[in-house]
């Protein structure tokens, strides 16, 4: 049934171009063809590139604010102060329970930046020239960073890993720079799909499957419907991306937004496009408040969309890890060499080098109140050792009006910690698979290494702490028929059973208010019975009458 609401939702929608098929039209097309410009045809592009610096100076020359945009994002400086805790967030000052740190680790991390060329401490965050184009870009699918080279494509066909007797081929530069256009979710996915070591470690809502989802993973990626890209919602100005994982938003109590209306909102929340009362319903009055659009509105002062949106993550086929116990690395074969160990559907369940790992498919979410602070554990912050860690935290009071019940992915760890100053320490871990570190494996060695390259302490005593890890789900959205069903919540052994500050019904009971309810049950039936009686005795009266 059409409403003003919904009317006003597919109308902003078609200006927004965002969401057409709420009105009926076809999805956007989102090829390089649509691009203005063919970049194959200009002239500063007609040359062999024999780095990737060089094909960013040919970027720049039309392109000339483009590099100082890149070099104002978290993209490329890797460091944010949170204002609303204070602290400093980084790849280098904060911690994981994954690869657990970038320090020391530096030129295999940084094959995820944007740049060229971190290798240690001495990058050049002020040069344009270190910015990398081409990452975020690249339409051919050819182009990539492999972990170890800083950051750099493969510009000569080199062995990968060294010694492997596998070799990467040279990327074609010049190919690929003739090939740009505006990023897919394949750019995007080449890091935020495999952060921490694989395809969905971290997140559990991204990994691979994205790239051609189906209706079923995710209705906004759809190949054969909406077929989003990431940037889609994530609306970018000025290389500035809209979202934050360390700075989420929990809460957007407001309609859709609207194109070119100045408004301090994030474009990337489910309320930019839907609006906070996205259910067809009633529009008031009694029978408002009866019907199923309206009471699934009112949730919306209480629960993420996300919520009953995902009713669980890692649901493309790629499995996501839940847990890792970095305590059994290195462990050596027979042979006195690192190995892997695979589960029956060919998934690393062990490694040498980083020690046993749970995996999890069709994941159902834990869930927490959240308000859209988060704090994390820094590596100079002491820690109780006798408790489990929580690297972050999301913080949130039961019914606050900026706070949400959220799904939330819960990663556990085994990590090294030092006994005597009581910090969490990032080993040096990333180290070709032929090294002979790995093969007379060395956990104070590691820690040696780490610690140097951090100028942190580290007194030679170490042991192991367990911690957690909170990640927000937010992709991955089912389609509406499969969006929870209100038993999901409303039961005694429902997935809210950890939630207070809230009554659910057919979960928690009142005995007052159980005696209440029975008792107005029992009148109204008193009621009705004695009505209908009343009307029986009294048939032949009105008859006569």
Not at 83 to 92: D, E, V
Not at 238 to 254: E, I, L, M, N, Y
Request: glycine share 10%; charged share 20%.
């Amino acid at each position: 049934m059409l409403t003003v609401h919904t009317i006003r939702h597919a109308t902003l929608c078609v200006l927004l171009s965002v969401c057409p098929a709420l009105a009926g039209l076809p999805a956007i097309a989102h090829a390089a063809a649509s691009s203005t410009a063919d970049h194959g045809k200009f002239s500063e592009l007609q040359k062999p590139f024999k780095s990737g610096e060089e094909v960013t100076t040919a970027c720049l020359a039309c392109h000339t604010e483009a590099a100082r945009q890149v070099m104002a994002t978290r993209h490329w400086t890797w460091d944010y102060t949170n204002p609303a805790t204070g602290q400093r967030l980084g790849k280098m000052t904060m911690l994981n329970s994954f690869c657990i740190g970038n320090r020391s680790n530096e030129a295999f991390c940084t094959g995820c930046h944007t740049g060229y060329g971190w290798k240690d401490e001495h990058f050049d965050f002020g040069s344009e020239r270190n910015v990398d184009c081409l990452v975020c870009h690249d339409t051919t699918g050819s182009y990539t960073k492999p972990a170890g080279l800083a950051g750099h494509p493969a510009y000569t066909r080199t062995e990968y890993p060294p010694g492997s007797g596998k070799y990467l081929e040279a990327v074609d530069l010049t190919r690929v720079a003739q090939h740009v256009g505006k990023s897919r979710r394949e750019n995007c996915g080449v890091c935020h799909y495999f952060g921490g070591g694989g395809d969905g470690v971290k997140h559990g809502d991204l990994d691979s499957s994205l790239n051609h989802a189906t209706r079923a993973l995710d209705v906004h990626m759809d190949r054969n419907g909406l077929d989003f890209r990431c940037a889609t919602c994530h609306q970018t100005e000025s290389h500035k991306v809209a979202g934050s994982r360390v700075a989420p938003t929990a809460a957007d109590p407001h309609g859709p937004l609207m194109r070119g209306k100045q408004e301090d909102r994030n474009p990337a929340t489910c309320q930019a496009c839907h609006g906070d009362q996205p259910h067809a319903g009633k529009t008031g009055g009694l029978l408002g408040t009866l019907s199923h659009g309206d009471r699934l509105n009112a949730h919306t002062r209480t629960l993420a969309c996300q919520t009953c949106h995902i009713p669980a993550f890692a649901r493309g086929g790629v499995p996501t890890k839940m847990r890792w116990d970095y305590t059994t690395a290195g462990r050596l074969d027979e042979r006195g060499k690192p190995f892997l160990r695979k589960d029956e559907s060919g998934h690393i369940v062990y490694d040498s080098r980083k020690g046993d790992f749970t995996l999890g498919e069709n994941v159902i979410p834990e869930y927490r109140w959240f308000d859209g602070k988060v704090t994390y554990t820094l590596q100079a912050d002491q820690i109780d050792p006798q408790t489990t860690v929580a690297i972050n935290s999301f913080h949130g009071e039961p019914g606050a009006p900026g706070a949400r019940i959220w799904p939330v992915k819960v990663f556990e760890g085994k990590q090294p910690y030092d006994k005597v100053h009581r910090t969490l320490l990032i080993p040096h871990t990333a180290i070709p698979d032929d090294s002979a570190f790995w093969y007379n494996f060395d956990w104070d060695k590691a820690l040696t290494a780490g610690a140097k390259s951090a100028a942190t302490p580290y007194s030679g005593e170490y042991g192991f702490v367990r911690t957690t890890m909170l990640w927000p789900i937010t992709h991955m959205v089912a389609p509406k028929e499969d969006a929870l069903a209100c038993s999901a919540c409303h039961s005694q052994d429902g997935r809210l059973q950890g939630i207070t500050g809230v009554y659910l019904p057919a979960r928690d009971h009142s005995a007052w208010l159980d005696r209440i309810g029975f008792s107005v049950a029992g009148l109204t039936l008193f009621g009705v019975l004695g009505h209908g009686g009343l009307r029986i005795l009294t048939r032949k009266t009105r008859k006569e009458s």
